[in-house]
């Protein structure tokens, strides 16, 4: 019906319709008819029939059982039928770009009568349009997608590009001259590392995991090499295309033979005359299998090298079937005496190390900024939970051990962000070549930190949903999602443990040599 046609109905009008063939139901002051749609129930219709369900206010039960948003599907907010007379909604659909008011679901620079030195009035700015865009256009994509494991709709990507969303997720420089972004929100000298950890951290609050590598993460990874180390006349034959979203890239790193190790790559590529003559596999290569270009490590005579590799006859790819979406694209791929321009190489000869490990900073950073976004929807989802259900006559979180875990994931949350803020600000005070000296030890220690962080969230999180966390869909679908692939943060851009060790290491290396007990 629509909100003209909605009948005003009292309690006891709504307890005469509470049986088989006639039944209504109450749910947050609106009624429902559920006579027809009892036998679809998936649950089946006794549990409608219950007592204390047919003809009642359901309200509690029903969300002890669902998400509200199943109430805002078509399908279902047909069955309305009327209002309870004198009485409102108490739960309804966010706003698009609205604030969370559950304590921790936010960032305390979004929380009013909180304060940061690292964010002004345009990031908020730029956080409500990218939120509200997020919530309006991606989200029923990332849903489908995540589920489906189809990849992204040129359709989507089209509208990202319109507001230059490629081109933001590569930071502040020199490729955002000239350019449009967010419609205008934001100025191109004036965009900077917080306004890139406000879209990372974004995008990570749908609870789709896989679609966020799927959302063109192969450009933010494999394009940075092409515009820090690619020639004038490579960077103007493809960079345009793949931020316009007209064509993809990837990173092709890892292999089976070498994971953490780059440098023990076996792929080739043996120089004849102007060419490369590339040979080898890639696996788990993010975006590979819609990928136009690979920004590719060889071994060559005169040591590591990067290539940009366009997509060819003799280039192939399958998917790897992981524990996360196939949206994500992840491939393997295949060069087999693949010729590429040596005017393709990115770098130099034998620079190949010096360039991917450049690379890693900001590609590690990256990923903690959306393992972050991720693990304080996590909070918000627990916090919610366990203030809704109903064990033992009380609400979850009447129960101490409830509690506790709830102040560990809160507590380590918060710590991330606080880390993440602070190496963000040090970001947009250097230079690229300052951020590789300075910062390479510390946000290897900090990816670790984060990604630790999220999975013993993950781990507390589960515990608190129970059966409901280790179940594709529904109530738990968040929690579920998360517990299965976050150890995707903590193995992507590095594991945990070659992280920690690089960290330690860059600090023995900055020791003075006079440092006495």
């Not at 109430?71 to 409102?88: D, H, K, S, V, W």
């Not at 694209?329 to 190390?353: E, I, K, M, W």
Request: glycine residues 10%; aromatic residues 8%; hydrophobic residues 40%.
């Amino acid at each position: 019906m629509t909100p003209t046609h909605l009948k005003e109905l009292t309690l006891e009008e709504v307890a005469e319709h509470n049986k088989e063939g006639d039944l209504w139901v109450v749910i947050d002051a609106k009624v429902y008819d559920l006579s027809r749609f009892a036998h679809l129930h998936p649950g089946g219709p006794d549990v409608l029939l219950a007592g204390g369900v047919a003809g009642k206010d359901a309200t509690m039960a029903f969300f002890g059982l669902h998400r509200h948003e199943v109430l805002l599907r078509p399908q279902y907010a047909r069955l309305q039928i009327g209002t309870i007379r004198g009485e409102e909604e108490h739960i309804k659909a966010p706003e698009p770009g609205a604030i969370s008011r559950v304590p921790y679901a936010e960032p305390t620079w979004l929380c009013s009568g909180f304060h940061s030195p690292y964010y002004s009035d345009n990031h908020r700015r730029f956080h409500y349009a990218i939120r509200a865009f997020f919530m309006k256009e991606l989200y029923s994509e990332a849903l489908r997608c995540e589920e489906s494991g189809r990849r992204i709709s040129q359709e989507m990507v089209d509208k990202l590009s319109n507001l230059n969303f490629l081109a933001m997720r590569l930071g502040p420089g020199k490729h955002l001259k000239g350019l449009t972004l967010m419609g205008g929100i934001v100025k191109p000298e004036e965009f900077d590392y917080f306004h890139e950890l406000i879209l990372n951290t974004e995008l990570a609050r749908f609870g789709t995991r896989g679609f966020v590598d799927g959302l063109l993460n192969g450009g933010v990874i494999a394009l940075p090499p092409v515009l820090n180390f690619g020639t004038p006349e490579l960077q103007t034959q493809y960079v345009s295309d793949i931020l316009a979203g007209k064509k993809y890239i990837a990173l092709a790193i890892t292999e089976a033979f070498a994971g953490s190790d780059v440098a023990g790559v076996q792929t080739t590529a043996v120089r004849e005359g102007h060419e490369w003559v590339i040979t080898g596999t890639k696996k788990w290569i993010t975006n590979g299998t819609f990928a136009d270009y690979f920004t590719t490590l060889c071994q060559t005579d005169s040591g590591p090298t990067v290539v940009l590799v366009p997509r060819s006859s003799t280039v192939s790819t399958k998917p790897v079937k992981t524990s996360y979406s196939a949206t994500a694209g992840t491939a393997y791929v295949t060069f087999s005496a693949t010729r590429v321009p040596v005017s393709h190489t990115l770098g130099g000869v034998g620079q190949g190390l010096h360039v991917i490990l450049s690379n890693f900073n900001h590609e590690r950073w990256m990923i903690l900024g959306t393992s972050l976004g991720a693990q304080r929807l996590v909070v918000e989802e627990c916090l919610k939970w366990t203030n809704q259900r109903m064990a033992f006559r009380k609400p979850l979180n009447a129960q101490p051990v409830i509690r506790a875990k709830l102040a560990l994931m809160i507590e380590r949350v918060e710590a991330c962000q606080s880390w993440v803020e602070n190496i963000t600000h040090q970001m947009n005070h250097m230079t690229y070549a300052e951020q590789s000296d300075k910062l390479a030890g510390p946000i290897a220690l900090l990816k670790k930190f984060v990604s630790r962080s999220g999975r013993e969230t993950a781990e507390d999180a589960t515990q608190i949903f129970g059966g409901r966390g280790i179940t594709v869909g529904g109530m738990g679908k968040v929690i579920e999602n998360f517990h299965r692939t976050s150890p995707f943060d903590a193995i992507l851009g590095g594991a945990e443990d070659v992280l920690g060790d690089l960290g330690v290491r860059q600090a023995i290396r900055k020791m003075p040599k006079n440092a006495r007990l």
